[in-house]
């Protein structure tokens, strides 16, 4: 049967998550790509280990729980960021080591956690996603959808030139604050399907994979969101047939889909080259000489 995947109850969940980590992921990946912390989800994702051995802990939802941390954690980076100076990389080290060891310790202390578990947060799993993950992740992901798309505008001028955005009265302080917030609940919509240690590049591969063949901003937002999309879907349809483990297919399709694009964005360029100067030479052969300034002559 063609269709066999969605007859499972727990593929189910798992499609609706993946198609909500597809959207979310890149949606704010293009911002931290456009500030280059392409790698702020990982450090994110490092801290909400310590959430979700808390929730074990605590017999409490580790999603919900690993939210909770992941956002103070990712307030802390960008109190560190703006006062941290020459001290703030070895801050941000500790930082991160410290909640993956946390969430180690806190899910082995539990009664109910164990590395099992611990296993299925880090990279993924399609049989674990409950229906109070997909309600929590449904919530998340509107969240997400709701600051990148309604405030694109600002938050694509402050990642591009903060002094800019500042001399234009934007509170720069707390968009920032708001991208690091955003990515750390996106962390934690995905970590059920990608897990947390490979959400980073869900984040970031899709938007640099857009980037091959888009010029403009809107575009790449809208190329990458379906790419990641599409990754997440199609590897998590792949890990249910072939038994394979659904964050690292998502991922390693994501660096194919890379892959390609940058193939066909070298003869894509040439062509738009060519095209671009002969309607050059359109123009110069439009104006007529007696009219011609310094500016239209072609060396």
Known sequence: MLFEFLNPPFMQRALIAAVLVGITAPAIGIYLVQRRQALMGDGIGHIAMTGVGLGFLLSTSPVWMA???AVAGAVVMEL?????????DLALAMLFYGGMAGGVMLINLSDTGSNANLTSYLFGSLATVSESDVVAICVLAAFVVLVTVGLRRQLFAVSQDEEFARVSGLPVRVLNLLVAVTAAVTVTVAMRVVGLLLVSALMVVPVAAAQQITKSF???FVLSVV?????????TVT???QDVPPGATIVLLAIAVFVALTALAAPLARRR????????????LEVPPARRGADDVRV
């Open 227 to 235: 790419i990641g999309t599409a990754v997440t879907l199609t590897g």
């Open 218 to 220: 809107k575009v790449t």
């Open 239 to 241: 890990s249910y047939y």
């Open 67 to 69: 939210t909770a941390v």
């Open 80 to 88: 560190i960021r703006w006062y941290g100076h020459t001290r703030g």
């Open 273 to 284: 080259a060519r095209a671009s100067e002969a309607k050059g030479a359109e123009c110069t």
